[in-house]
């Protein structure tokens, strides 16, 4: 039997830490489902004390999935910290509490200005804590608590092996290894990894476990390399989203262990077949695309386009894939449906794409396709994948955009005519406001009147389309991300109509930020 690598994920606290990577609770929650459905071992849900927003959707997310991973809080080596994250993940059935300290000379002297002494009585005293927490509730019979020496690539391996020794003795069950800066290269993290296990007198009381940066682009050779050298959870994010240059990426750990299980030996419990919608997911929620050529999950990482390549495909698919496209879900450019193409083989369609969708959201999602298909002939699967991922979680908007009208072009003044409809509360008729603008470009002209009909100014931090498939009657889709009372909030909009996408890609932004709904700081805490 292969051992099996823990797969922590930390898009939803590493990868949310990073600008312009923000996450509202719902949209934290749609990831949180996708990562459960993943399989994912351990979700590091948030860093609680940070700010009430995070403390929420930790909370949220224990209660919800917290009987399918282990849900996991953040806290620095700080009581209020610890007491805090405890609180949020009171209601989680499976629980861990992750604590830090940094420990190299350079964090020592300028951060913490600790003394090496002071930083083992610290670590010793707050995993003990933790761990006291854990203990005091009946249904926990061993508590779970994982400890990081913050930066520990750059710390001397003695002070190293002292602090994770003490750590695991004061009750640390996971001791994670955090390059912290993306530091260290493969065969100097191997060494780290492999010098722990020599050294550390109790090292066999706990799992091993990497969490590398990708400031040189190794996280993931890194994070291969302690896997070799004994380390059995890796710290990853969806996307490789991260602090900087980001962190390990998932999909890439994960395929890399099951494509060369023959040299690892090892095994994960991840669905691979749900990596493909995941990463589309997050890419969605967060606004960061994924580059075409991006491995695993890039639109290109399956495409044997190359004459040369071809004709060896045609002989034998092994001839030039390592992995199939199915293997991880992929969804191609497929041509799917056409316009007489009924609810029965749609149905089937979504089914096979891998999404799960409730009665309501499957008429509304059916009906945008019909429409779809009076606009433009072909629906591919990835015109599906939109639509169902704009439409599949819905919040409830004050301003709804009923229509608009844009002119511009050389020598003329672009001007924007937009009609909104204004709720007011579930029983009242909605209210009818219609504003004009002018502006650089017709764009620009809409998002002005926009900001003029909902008094709201924000700045505007993103702005991004990208054609959802081939061929010119594309659709298009939009995402926005805008900075409104020091929080940052995204949005996005599809149609075959780029400016009509720019308008509802703006107008959900505008929504949110009106409804404080979520949003989050753009300063918040940082963790390791
Ligand atoms: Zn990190």
């Keep these: 039997m292969p051992d099996v690598i823990t797969i922590f994920d930390t898009t939803l606290r590493d990868g949310e830490q990073s600008p312009g990577c923000s996450m509202d609770t719902d949209e934290k929650m749609q990831v949180a489902q996708a990562l459960v459905d993943l399989g994912v071992d351990v979700i590091e849900a948030g860093f609680p004390i940070s700010s009430p927003g995070d403390f929420e959707a930790v909370q949220k997310i224990g209660r919800v999935f917290g009987s399918k991973s282990t849900i996991c809080g953040l806290a ?39 003394a090496e002494q002071e930083i083992i009585r610290r670590t010793v005293e707050m995993v003990k804590h933790a761990a006291d927490l854990m203990s005091q509730r009946a249904d926990i019979t ?6 990081s020496p ?16 003490k750590a695991i003795a004061a009750g640390a069950t996971t001791i994670n290894i955090p390059d912290t800066v993306g530091y260290a290269t493969p065969t100097h993290f191997f060494n780290v990894i492999s010098h722990l296990k020599k050294h550390v007198p109790n090292i066999d009381q706990c799992v091993l476990s990497t969490h590398c940066h990708n400031d040189l682009g190794l996280a993931v050779a890194n994070s291969l390399a302690g896997v070799e050298a004994g380390a059995r959870q890796v710290e990853c994010t969806i996307n490789g989203l991260g602090e900087r240059a980001g962190n390990a990426a998932l999909e890439e750990i994960v395929m890399a262990l099951r494509t060369r299980q023959d040299y690892y030996h090892t095994a994960t419990n991840i ?16 606004g960061m695309t994924v580059q075409r050529n991006k491995a695993i999950v890039g639109q290109n990482a399956f495409a044997h386009e190359a004459g040369i390549h071809q004709h060896g495909m045609l002989q034998s698919r092994s001839t030039y894939e390592i992995m199939k496209p199915e293997d991880v879900g992929y969804i191609g450019e497929n041509l799917v449906l056409g316009k007489h193409s009924g609810r029965h083989a749609f149905r089937d369609r979504v089914e096979k794409m891998g999404y799960t969708i409730d009665d309501a959201t499957f008429e509304r999602v059916y009906n945008d396709c019909i429409a779809l298909a009076d606009k433009k002939k072909s629906i591919f699967d990835a015109d599906i994948a939109a639509i169902i991922e704009s439409r599949a979680h819905h919040a409830p908007e004050t301003w709804t955009l009923q229509s608009f009208h844009v ?3 050389t020598g003329t003044i672009p001007t924007a005519t937009v009609e909104l409809h204004q709720s007011n509360g579930e029983n009242s008729e ?22 003029r009909m909902t008094e709201l100014s924000p700045v505007l931090t993103q702005y991004v389309v990208k054609s959802v498939s081939g061929g010119k009657d594309a659709q298009g889709e939009v995402l926005v991300e805008i900075e409104h009372d020091a929080r940052r909030y995204h949005g996005q909009g599809l149609s075959t109509d780029i400016l009509e996408a720019s308008a509802r890609a703006y107008l959900q932004a505008l929504n949110k930020a009106h409804a404080g709904r979520g949003g989050t700081p753009i300063a918040p805490e940082r963790g390791v």
């Design 150 to 165: 913050e930066d520990a690539a750059r710390t001397e391996l003695d002070f190293l092996c002292e602090v994770v020794e």
């Design 76 to 114: 620095r080596c700080r009581k209020e910290d610890i007491d805090r994250a405890w609180e949020a993940l009171q209601d989680a059935e499976k629980v861990r509490i992750h604590l830090f300290l940094a420990t190299s000379p350079i964090h020592r002297e300028f951060k913490l200005k600790m």
């Design 430 to 451: 909605p209210k009818i406001t219609r504003d004009a603008a002018t502006g650089d470009g017709p764009v620009d002209a809409i998002f002005r009147v926009l900001d």
């Design 142 to 147: 061993r508590p779970n608590v994982e400890f």
């Design 407 to 409: 002119f511009g072009g």
């Design 271 to 286: 669905q691979t077949t749900r990596l493909w919608h995941a990463s589309r997911l997050v890419s969605k929620v967060t």
